[in-house]
């Protein structure tokens, strides 16, 4: 209707009805917006709005298009319109009733509709986000709390291996005092420990001081607080009473060592840092008891190792001394024997000694020449048997020799052949014995203890050859020192022995045949003479004693 054109001014949908549903107006921009427009009835079914109407069989009651209609006064909504493609619009309808027509105006508030609920969602975006910042703070509380909790932990393990792993107390406390250090930037820490008038320095950390052994007191406010157990803090300009003031304040931090009930030493920590102590008064606590017994069981250990170091001191002194009175007792007792031996034998031989020489004198008187020459032979025989036992008496004496136990100058090459003249009954048609002597000095020695020496050498060397053999002797003299090599081709000495063979009672002969104390003797013989005595051997090739003597 031409009447109503003037609607087409307007920049809103506008649409006339007529009655209940005759749609006789629809302006430019309805016809624009709603294009897709058939009948009021589709239109209408397609527009929603939040009123609940009263419950009605009537389904167009349920449209504000309607409602807008049947309503007897103007009416206003707020609509949403859904078009084919599923997009959906937001309108205020407003009607205006003249007469038998209702004037609809539709406003587009979608904009305004997506600005609300945009800004709803930015509220409840914002709220989401300061509680996600809320919890993000949260979090990251706990994890500095985890963090922190982490790094004492790990600190106090670290200390716990290091007291567990070590019994030496200069590195348990070296290792305490350079992670406390660390952890609190330390440019000095210590430990102390409790004396009869204050503290001890025993251990340092830190920049270039010794401090070692230097006696230090603190207030007696701080004293107070150390014998209840608490850990001293404080900004101090000196560290300790007496001491030369710092010439800025420094962080003073002091940790009781505890055993028990008794404080056993303070720890010492200054720092340039200023910073709250919270969590690390709990570190230091548990590092605080640790180290008490840490300290205590390595004072105990050291005590029990310098207890056994003497102990195994005074066994190996006693072992040296029973050996000692061992080889004294068997030199007495064979000083006797030989001496009963040698006045045995002398009487005889001085009797067969007074035959052979009248002997040679009536000798002289036989007239028959053949009688003569076989009673000539048999007196020469007999002097030199007289002669031989003679030499081996006198030998005997020279060995045992139990008046030269002062040091006297000696000739070592004849101390090894008179020695060699004792055992010949050894070496007698089954050794053969290379003498390689080089030109060397007389040495202040015992001469009656290397014979014995040389004479255990040269025994077991003549026992381990079981048939035939040699034994090569040499001596030289370089160095200062003279070195006596024995080496023989016998059966040799298992590996696995070496290093037992110079100890007092081991034996690889039969039962009977050794005691095991020849060689563990003779170490102590050459010992006494400062040298030292080495053995090399192999199984099936041969033994080789070499002696050195250091002749300065």
Do not use: W
């Not at 389904?59 to 807008?68: E, G, H, N, R, V």
């Not at 690390?280 to 640790?290: G, P, R």
């Amino acid at each position: 209707m031409k009447k109503f054109d003037f609607f087409n001014q307007y920049r809103d949908p506008v649409i006339v009805i007529k009655g209940y549903e005759d749609v006789v107006f629809k302006n430019n921009t309805f016809c624009r917006k709603f294009s897709q427009f058939t009948n009021i009835r589709k239109f209408a079914h397609k527009m929603n709005f939040e009123m609940c109407p009263i419950d009605s069989e009537n389904i167009d009651l349920y449209s504000p298009i309607f409602q807008a209609i049947i309503s007897k006064q103007n009416f206003f909504a707020r609509v949403s319109y859904a078009t084919l493609q599923g997009d959906i619009s937001y309108y205020d309808l407003t009607s205006v009733k003249r007469g038998d027509y209702t004037i609809i105006f539709l406003t587009d508030v979608s904009s305004e509709i997506l600005l609300q609920d945009n800004e709803k969602e930015q509220i409840k975006y914002k709220s989401k986000l300061e509680e996600l910042q809320q919890e993000n703070e949260e979090l990251r509380e706990i994890r500095q709390r985890a963090q922190s909790q982490a790094f004492r932990i790990a600190l106090i393990n670290k200390v716990s291996n290091i007291i567990r792993e070590s019994m030496d107390i200069s590195i348990i406390l070296h290792s305490v005092l350079r992670e406390l250090s660390m952890m609190f930037g330390c440019f000095k820490a210590y430990y102390a420990s409790s004396g009869k008038v204050g503290f001890e320095i025993q251990q340092t950390y830190g920049e270039d001081f010794n401090y070692t052994g230097n006696i230090i007191t603190f207030d007696n406010s701080v004293m107070d607080k150390l014998r209840k157990r608490e850990v001293s803090t404080s900004y101090s300009l000196s560290e300790y009473l007496g001491a030369e003031p710092f010439k800025q304040s420094v962080l003073r931090v002091i940790v009781p060592i505890f055993h028990l009930q008794k404080m056993i030493g303070v720890l010492v920590l200054l720092s340039y840092q200023k910073r709250e102590l919270n969590e690390e008064l709990e570190i230091l606590d548990a590092v605080s008891s640790q180290l008490g017994n840490a300290l205590i069981r390595a004072e105990l250990y050291k005590k029990n190792a310098e207890n056994v170091k003497e102990l195994k001191q005074t066994l190996e002194e006693l072992k040296a001394t029973q050996l000692q009175l061992i080889n004294s007792e068997k030199m007495a007792s064979l000083g006797q024997l030989v001496a009963g031996i040698a006045h045995e034998i002398n009487t005889p031989v001085a009797s067969i000694k007074s035959n052979n020489e009248i002997l040679s004198k009536l000798i002289t008187q036989l007239d028959q020449p053949e009688l003569k020459d076989m009673f000539t032979q048999i007196n020469s025989i007999d002097s030199e048997a007289i002669k031989r036992i003679s030499k081996i008496v006198v030998s005997l004496k020279k060995f045992v020799r139990l008046d030269e136990a002062e040091l006297q100058e000696a000739n070592i090459n004849k101390e090894i052949d008179l020695t060699l003249d004792l055992i010949r009954h050894e070496t007698k048609n089954k050794i053969e014995i290379e003498k390689n002597y080089g030109d060397i000095p007389l040495i202040k020695c015992y001469p009656n203890m290397l014979n014995q020496v040389f004479t255990n050498i040269l025994i077991n060397a003549c026992q381990a050859i079981e048939n035939e053999g040699k034994i090569v002797i040499t001596t030289e003299f370089k160095n200062d020192s003279l070195v006596i090599k024995f080496k023989d081709n016998g059966c040799g000495i298992a590996k696995e022995n070496l290093d037992k063979i110079f100890t007092a009672g081991f034996t690889t002969k039969g039962v009977g045949v050794g005691t095991g104390l020849g060689l563990a003797i003779s170490q102590k013989i050459i010992d006494k003479h400062n040298g030292k005595i080495v053995v090399n051997s192999e199984v099936g090739k041969g033994t080789e004693f070499i002696i050195t003597l250091n002749c300065q």
